[in-house]
């Protein structure tokens, strides 16, 4: 954990869980062969029966970020080999009916609960939190120009070693946004040289940097980039839609479908300079859904400057695939999201 702020929600959810009659040890980091920044280790249950969690502390969990922490929670849990407890600061019911449903335990610090194990079984909704804990103030890394930074550099990894002003051109920010977003990674340590070899820059930790970008970008900048959401008479054909005439690129779950060839998408999501025009009169695009015309696009403003991969002509980078399908919190996206994990994204980061 990186500030007292989280220390603090950890110590308030121990104290809750200890309410509802448990007993809870906060134990030691085991060794388990791999490197695992956790944030904490707890034994959870009653006299006789018990459950060891790897615990990971958020200070707010939105519907838009549910995705990407759940699916944190469940890297850390195979890595660790034990299950995932979520700290946080306060669940809403609507959440908690999620979390369960997605069969993801946690705790906050209101003293809502959703723990199952041996001998254990805590379903606790509806408590509401004393006062709202206010997160703090992100670094220039997770800050809205920082998080373009950083997602050019989790696409393309060997960008960590360009000069400035080609990282600031692929991002499409100011140069004089990119030192101190750099400054930032390795003050975090995403970002520093290779065993102390100076002039061997390269990013570390990556897994983690990625779900950290992905839980901020659903709440701070993909909000951002919606130009609009459009109403249209159906999504029958939509692979025929010719998006590269309008500089435009599938994103979203048409992204996911094509991907994997698993997701039917339930809305389109398009990504583009601006909203193209000519694909916007031929679709009867809307922007007020109408009977017989609710199926839903939505278009989003492209906010990266570097070629698509040509793996995937088309498409958005798997990489903001993943984290929008993560955005939705729907079971289904969810899984899409963790197969172009799997499939398309894990091969970025393999260690030379």
């Known amino acids: 954990m990186n500030n007292m702020t989280e ?52 200070r707010t969990v939105t519907p838009t970020t549910l ?22 600061g306060y669940i809403t019911p609507p959440m908690a009916d999620q979390l369960k449903g997605l069969d993801q335990q946690f705790a906050d610090a209101a003293g809502n609960a959703y723990l199952t194990g041996p001998g254990v079984l805590v379903f606790v909704t509806g408590r509401k939190p004393e006062q709202n804990a206010n997160a703090a103030r992100p670094g220039r890394a997770f800050a809205t120009a920082g ?9 393309n990894p060997a960008l960590v070693t360009a000069p400035h002003r080609a990282i600031a051109t692929a991002a499409d ?31 570390f930790d990556v897994p983690r940097l990625l779900a950290q970008w992905a839980e901020t970008y659903a709440h701070l900048l993909r909000p951002r980039t919606l130009i609009g959401r ?11 839609w010719p998006l590269k005439q309008q500089d435009a690129q599938w994103g979203g779950e048409p992204a996911g479908a094509l991907l994997t060839k698993y997701l039917r998408p339930g809305e389109l999501t398009i990504y583009a300079k601006k909203l193209p025009g000519t694909l916007a009169a031929r679709q009867k695009f809307m922007k007020e859904a109408a009977p017989g015309h609710t199926a839903v696009v939505e278009v989003r403003k492209q906010f990266w400057n570097f070629p698509a991969d040509p793996r995937h002509p088309g498409l958005v980078p798997p990489l903001l695939v ?4 993560l955005a939705t919190g729907d079971a289904r996206c969810i899984e899409t999201a963790k197969m172009i994990y799997d499939e398309h994204i894990v091969r970025l980061f393999a260690e030379d």
């Open 173 to 203: 920010v100011a140069l004089g946004v990119v030192p101190a977003v750099l400054k930032d990674l390795q003050q975090l340590g995403y970002v520093g040289d290779l065993k102390g070899k100076r002039g061997t820059r390269r990013l």
């Open 147 to 155: 998080l373009k930074v950083t997602f050019a550099l989790l696409c």
């Open 322 to 325: 993943y984290a929008d399908l």
């Open 230 to 240: 459009y109403y249209v008479p159906a999504l029958d054909g939509w692979k025929d």
């Open 67 to 88: 995705g990407a922490v759940v699916t944190q929670l469940r890297h850390t849990a195979t890595i660790a080999g034990r299950p995932p407890l979520l700290v946080t």
């Open 7 to 58: 220390t603090a929600l950890l110590d308030l959810g121990v104290q809750a869980l200890q309410e509802h009659g448990l007993k809870v040890q906060v134990q030691k980091e085991p060794k388990i062969g791999r490197d695992l920044q956790a944030d904490a280790w707890l034994r959870v249950g009653t006299a006789k029966q018990h459950t060891d969690y790897v615990v990971e502390v958020k």
